[in-house]
């Protein structure tokens, strides 16, 4: 879903996801350095990630 939500978010904005999968915790870092993204915070189940392009 995250990537499906970006292409609709502008550039500096930022994306909160809320994941219950305790994969996410990998997954989503993992995802922002292959797509260019900055991962910027996570608490929990709440993962912030900014659009960089």
Not at 14 to 38: F, H, S, Y
């Amino acid at each position: 879903r995250l990537a499906k939500a970006m292409p609709g978010v502008a550039v500096g904005e930022t994306v909160r996801v809320l994941a219950d999968d305790p994969a996410a915790a990998n997954d989503i870092p993992a995802w922002c350095r292959m797509k260019g993204q900055e991962f910027v915070a996570a608490d929990g189940h709440v993962f912030d990630v900014r659009r960089t392009m």
